[in-house]
C-alpha cells in the first residue's frame, strides 16, 4: 500500500504562483509512475505532469508546459509541482497520483494510489 499526501493549494490572483507538494509512504519502491492530475467542476480528471521512475521521463500537458514545472526526491519520497503565470484555468482540484505499472501516464486509470487533493483557485 502506499499512501499520498497533498499540501500547499491556496488561492492567487491571475500570473501567481504556488507551489503543490506530495508526499509519498509505504511501498513506495513498487512506483513505476508518479504523477499530478486535476479536475475542475463539470470537468473531466486531466493529466497535469507525470514522471516515471525508470530514467525519470517526464511528460507535461501542453496547457501547462512552460510554466509548470515537477521535481521529485527520492529520499523524502516527494514530488513538488511549481506552478507559475497561473490563469484563471488552472483553477481545479490537484490530485496527486501514483502507479505501480508504466502505463501511459495521462490515463487516470492506469494509477493504484490517490491523494485527497488539494484545490487551487486562480482568480482574474
Known amino acids: 500500500q502506499v499512501h499520498l499526501v497533498e499540501s500547499g493549494g491556496g488561492s492567487v490572483q491571475t500570473g501567481g504562483s504556488l507551489t503543490l507538494s506530495c508526499a509519498a509512504s509505504g511501498a513506495t519502491s513498487s512506483l513505476h509512475l508518479i504523477a499530478w492530475f486535476r479536475q475542475a467542476p463539470g470537468k473531466e480528471r486531466e493529466g497535469v505532469v507525470g514522471?516515471?521512475?525508470?530514467?525519470?521521463?517526464?511528460y507535461y500537458a501542453d496547457s501547462v508546459k512552460g510554466r509548470f514545472t515537477v521535481s521529485r526526491d527520492t529520499v523524502q519520497n516527494t514530488v513538488t509541482l511549481q506552478m507559475n503565470n497561473l490563469k484563471p484555468e488552472d483553477t481545479a482540484m490537484y490530485y496527486c497520483?501514483?502507479?505501480?505499472?508504466?502505463?501511459?501516464?495521462?490515463?487516470?486509470?492506469?494509477?493504484?494510489?490517490w491523494g485527497q487533493g488539494t484545490q487551487v483557485t486562480v482568480s482574474s
Open positions: 497520483a501514483a502507479s505501480t505499472r508504466a502505463g501511459v501516464w495521462r490515463l487516470a486509470a492506469n494509477y493504484n494510489y
Open positions: 514522471i516515471y521512475n525508470s530514467g525519470g521521463l517526464t
